[in-house]
């Protein structure tokens, strides 16, 4: 199958360098040049986000989705109602920043149900995205690996991430795929076609085996077992020609130097994905 | 919901007190007056399997499956054929010891090729129904958790269980269901009642928050968020009253006395199943 020719669609998902702050991880795009960033909320709040808005204009990046919304289920009406103010600053934050992309992370239940859980993560979405419209942002659903249903995400697979994005138009809610949470599916090429229009984004990493840790143990693209190049064509048939995230949770690559690291995921992004 | 009145179904998996060999197990069970017992090749190795049917037999105890056959995906034709054999031999252990189940963990592909791996599960299980057959033995499908699908089985979700089972008679094939592994799975009711008639087995245990561990992270029911009794009601509904087996794989329960383990294991079933 057909290789990428360079580098223009590769984002930085901005959780892979975590121990840069949003200046280093600015600069480091911009020596490896680096077309696109991806924000973390953690990170554009340390510096501000009149600041982070600024650093990553004025070095010419483009910011690909911010990381993250959701965590919508809670225990109480008082918490919920404080998840859906905090949905609404990223979304403000989102649209300052310059991405049309806030990525949802929809949040486990707070307690053993979960049906009740999945359905409030559909009512908040609806509640959340006539704001949203409004200022030009789409929500894209994430669905998260089934080993988080318990701790980050109730929605674990691209087919019930469908199922809930179809319930809203196509310019308001899409979805965004994460190899490695949907790399096992044996749905998941039809779930990608069926996804045709919906597509806000796809980010790369890879499966270690033997899996060293359940959050931090995603490994660099080449390094695993999924079969990053069919899924990309895959998401490509469906229409997507977006930007494409690395987003790697791993203390190794937080660990090397950002220019060591932006070297090795291109050299990867150009082998594997 | 109403609870089980009695522990006439509870059958001890012997994973869940993996520190016994097999007389220290049997010799559990009755004094716990566990009628049934599910038995792994492994211990049954230890012990030498006409030994192993004589203490299960004088124990009055029953076999509700042997775990496990499986692993058909091999890197080489030598190979699968070797797999094929060893399964053909846990045919013959599984009806020696006097179960009609056999536990089918499918295994991982050998490669990047999750695709393939399937197929060969599927043509594999076709090849080993005669056999089976033959001998008066079932084989259940047990889909694992997608977070097994590298290392474990690319079977890893009930739908693709049902799909796999359904090519062959309902007398030949069927599936396993462990909570475990489905619980977080948004179609697991649907596919449950799509079992009806093929159910070969419910595996309790629960899961943990935070997960301690890939492998060894199981939880004793009660401990975790799974709604094992709505499960369990719904298995039943679908027509299933077999054996139910209480399966963990954790080290706290394995280091505790055997007596004191299955003593709460009876509370606990009582009490959440």
């Not at 138009?169 to 039809?190: R, S, T």
């Not at 791993?250 to 932006?262: F, I, S």
Request: aromatic share 6%.
């Amino acid at each position: 199958m057909e290789r990428l020719q360079n580098i223009d669609r590769l984002s930085l998902n901005q959780i892979t360098t975590d121990r840069l702050n949003m200046r280093e991880a600015v600069e480091c795009c911009v020596r490896a040049e680096v077309p696109w960033i991806a924000l973390w909320r953690h990170k554009v709040a340390e510096a501000g986000v009149a600041e982070s808005r600024r650093l990553v204009k004025d070095a010419g990046l483009r910011v690909s989705s911010l990381c993250r919304g959701g965590y919508f289920p809670a225990a109480t009406a008082a918490e919920r109602a404080a998840r859906m103010d905090d949905n609404r600053r990223a979304v403000e934050e989102a649209a300052e920043l310059g991405t049309d992309v806030l990525v949802l992370v929809c949040g486990p239940a707070p307690d053993r149900d979960i049906d009740y859980a999945r359905k409030t993560v559909a009512e908040s979405i609806a509640e959340l995205v006539p704001f949203a419209r409004s200022h030009g942002v789409k929500l894209g659903i994430e669905p998260l690996h089934p080993m988080y249903a318990a701790e980050r995400s109730v929605i674990n697979t691209l087919a019930q991430a469908n199922s809930l994005a179809e319930r809203f138009n196509k310019q308001d809610v899409g979805v965004v795929i994460d190899a490695f949470h949907v790399w096992w599916d044996p749905e998941l090429y039809a779930q990608i076609e069926r996804a045709r229009g919906r597509i806000l984004g796809y980010h790369v990493s890879d499966w270690i085996v033997p899996v060293p840790d359940l959050l931090m143990g995603r490994g660099m693209m080449g390094d695993g077992v999924i079969e990053l190049r069919r899924m990309r064509k895959a998401v490509e048939a469906a229409g997507y020609d977006g930007p494409i995230e690395v987003e790697i949770f791993n203390r190794q690559v937080w660990d090397m130097d950002g220019d060591e690291a932006l070297a090795l995921i291109k050299e990867r992004y150009l082998e594997h994905v």
